[in-house]
């Protein structure tokens, strides 16, 4: 059985499905350290869970900047995240008192 995912990886899955696609956009969304988003970003890629794309060079250059890696979330990515909340949303409801009744 695979490792549940942690919360980094669940808050880098939610900031891609809510359209923050690539790498400084996701640090900046998150508040995580760049070492970190990229490094998670890489294993997620590995692990089948997002499917990476390079944009257009020609776009880049039009902005005058560098070409982007975008990031999209494959079907297990979407099952991955959803499971993930769905256990932190039950982990969360188990430690409030107030749930508890």
């Known amino acids: 059985m695979p490792r549940a995912l942690g919360i980094t990886s ?3 899955l939610a ?7 690539y ?13 970190t ?4 970003l890489g294993r ?12 257009d060079q020609g776009t880049a250059e039009e902005e005058g900047r560098p070409r982007r890696r975008y990031y ?8 991955a995240l959803a499971e993930g ?4 949303a039950a ?5 409030d008192p107030e749930a508890a009744g």
């Open 91 to 95: 982990l969360s409801a188990s430690l």
């Open 37 to 40: 988003v990229y490094t998670t």
């Open 10 to 12: 669940l808050q880098i």
């Open 85 to 88: 909340l769905s256990r932190v």
């Open 15 to 21: 900031a891609i499905r809510d359209g923050w696609t």
């Open 23 to 35: 790498g400084l956009d996701i640090v900046a969304h998150t508040g995580l350290p760049s070492g």
């Open 72 to 79: 999209q979330l494959s079907s297990g990515g979407v099952r």
């Open 44 to 55: 997620l890629r590995k692990s089948g869970l997002i499917r990476p794309h390079w944009e």
